[in-house]
């Protein structure tokens, strides 16, 4: 017999309010605006309750997401944030950039016929709705803090993702923690990586605040490999971390790299983002100016150097990208609002030379077609270029965001450091202890540039095996 039943329609999922485009591409506010009361609870209510929650798999930290949720779908806000602090140290952050789009929500349910709960979103509702009440709340989401281990002490290099959520940790079995930042500011690329318009400076501010107020102790301007030595510090502490992130750049290897205007985007972000060059002349920090830029890359971080060049006052932004959008590995999100905001992009498109004039100041690149061949080692199809194809491109800035490498500063100083072939320090993977007994490390200098969340699961990792080293 056949059923006539009308089926259920789904439910939408609800959408995050953003600054219009026109607004935003002239301030560095943040652009999504987050989620109302009753938008949270319209998107909670979308939530399954999946007895098997497959979402949970999908996070590198394992939130207990479907729990969290329904503490929302109820109102009760607290412990939605207690919840989700038991696992994640950073939630407001991770709520902002992480990509949850390949990681928890690829796994909802809903996904598989619809949208997924916009779980990130939900994350940062609680993260911002909830004020801890006190620091040791803030960090660990219980009103009590641990009562403090006498003579034993923690050291971490680097104050990114990966040495934050270790330090947390620690801090929160109450193990004294000193962080020790080669820059004059905390949080790592937090800080001076990605634009204040994705993750504004004072939530990450809060979220290290939070860890002063419970002990940790941050020393700025103290370079690992430099004036902080490794080996110095295992004998001083009964656990080193090393999360200094891998912050080498790059470069394209054409012609004309070394004309004036030709920049990393490590350099140019750290230039407006720590440097606060966006907010000149109050911050004397001036990132060089641009009329026409090309930016090389189709990362997140490509998005964020372009999206900053248009608010830093660029007429025209290219983003050249030897592939098509398909095989963009930058966040869909990133790159909607990108286009939204005036951000062209060059497809199928391969740098062959920069030109510039008789001053060295960059003027042009030189561009090739491309088209796309048999899949290569990373599973994309291979780039191949087109015979008699070039083009040139009006550039005065050119940013080159292809990634970053190790940094040898602190390897170099290191010797004892095994590393792995690509030059990354080689650890346990399930609890990220180095060649050196009772040094640590995680992040992008084990894994080379990956996601925030990502190196907070390392940092999480070393943390509980560093408290269960130390207290037994």
């Known amino acids: 017999m056949e059923n006539n039943t009308p089926k259920k329609p789904a439910i939408p999922r609800t959408a995050m309010p953003c600054q219009?485009?026109?607004?935003?591409?002239?301030?560095?506010?943040?652009?999504?605006?987050?989620?109302?009361?009753?938008?949270?609870?319209?998107?909670?209510?979308?939530?399954?309750?999946?007895?098997?929650?497959l979402c949970v798999g999908g996070c590198p930290v394992e939130v207990p997401i479907r729990d969290f949720i329904r503490e929302v779908q109820q109102g009760n806000?607290?412990?939605?944030?207690?919840?989700?602090?038991?696992?994640?140290?950073?939630?407001?952050v991770c709520g902002r950039v992480c990509p949850q789009e390949r990681q928890c929500e690829s796994k909802c349910v809903l996904?598989?016929?619809?949208?997924?709960?916009?779980?990130?979103?939900?994350?940062?509702?609680?993260?911002?709705?909830?004020?801890?009440?006190?620091?040791?709340?803030?960090?660990?989401?219980?009103?009590?803090?641990?009562?403090?281990?006498?003579?034993?002490?923690?050291a971490c290099i680097g104050s990114g993702p990966s040495s934050l959520t270790c330090a947390g940790v620690c801090a929160a079995a109450g193990i004294k923690v000193d962080v020790f930042e080669a820059l004059h500011?905390?949080?790592?690329?937090?800080?001076?990586?990605?634009?204040?318009?994705?993750l504004p400076k004072n939530v990450v501010a809060i979220e290290i605040n939070g860890l002063r107020?419970?002990?940790?102790?941050?020393?700025?301007?103290?370079?690992?490999?430099?004036?902080?030595?490794?080996?110095?510090?295992?004998?001083?502490?009964?656990?080193?971390?090393?999360g200094v992130g891998a912050g080498l750049p790059m470069f394209l290897g054409v012609p004309g790299e070394n004309l004036v205007g030709v920049f990393s985007a490590n350099e140019y972000l750290?230039?407006?983002?720590?440097?606060?060059?966006?907010?000149?002349?109050?911050?004397?920090?001036?990132?060089?100016?641009?009329k026409n830029v090309t930016v090389f890359g189709a990362?997140?971080?490509?998005?964020?150097?372009?999206?900053?060049?248009l608010r830093m006052g660029a007429e025209n932004v290219h983003v050249v990208y030897r592939r098509t959008r398909a095989e963009m590995p930058a966040r869909l999100e990133e790159v909607e609002h990108a286009e939204e905001e005036g951000v062209q992009f060059a497809m199928l498109s391969a740098p062959l030379r920069f030109n510039g004039d008789e001053n060295m100041l960059l003027k042009s690149v030189t561009l090739q077609k491309m088209e796309l061949g048999e899949p290569d080692a990373s599973g994309r199809r291979r780039p191949l270029p087109i015979a008699g194809s070039e083009y040139e491109m009006d550039t005065d800035l050119a940013i080159v965001a292809l990634g970053t490498r190790s940094n040898p500063v602190l390897l170099d100083a290191t010797p004892a450091l095994k590393l792995n072939k690509r030059g990354y320090i080689e650890v346990n993977e399930e609890t990220g202890e180095t060649s050196m007994p009772g040094v640590f490390a995680g992040g992008d200098i084990v894994t080379g540039s990956a996601t925030v969340i990502l190196a907070m699961g390392a940092g999480r990792r070393a943390g509980q095996a560093i408290v269960k080293r130390i207290l037994g």
């Open 20 to 53: 219009p485009p026109e607004e935003r591409r002239h301030n560095f506010k943040e652009v999504a605006l987050g989620y109302t009361k009753e938008m949270a609870a319209a998107e909670a209510s979308r939530c399954m309750q999946c007895k098997k929650p």
């Open 77 to 92: 806000l607290e412990e939605a944030y207690r919840i989700i602090k038991g696992t994640n140290s950073l939630p407001a």
């Open 111 to 154: 996904g598989k016929k619809g949208e997924p709960v916009a779980i990130g979103r939900l994350e940062r509702f609680v993260a911002d709705s909830y004020i801890a009440s006190s620091a040791c709340e803030q960090v660990t989401g219980d009103n009590a803090c641990a009562v403090p281990v006498k003579g034993k002490k923690v």
């Open 185 to 198: 500011e905390p949080g790592g690329v937090l800080i001076y990586g990605i634009p204040a318009f994705r």
């Open 213 to 242: 107020q419970t002990g940790v102790d941050f020393h700025l301007n103290h370079v690992g490999g430099k004036t902080v030595d490794v080996a110095e510090l295992a004998q001083e502490y009964d656990a080193v971390f090393i």
């Open 270 to 290: 750290t230039r407006v983002n720590l440097g606060r060059a966006y907010d000149f002349p109050n911050y004397d920090t001036p990132a060089y100016p641009g």
């Open 299 to 309: 990362g997140n971080v490509a998005m964020d150097a372009a999206r900053t060049a």
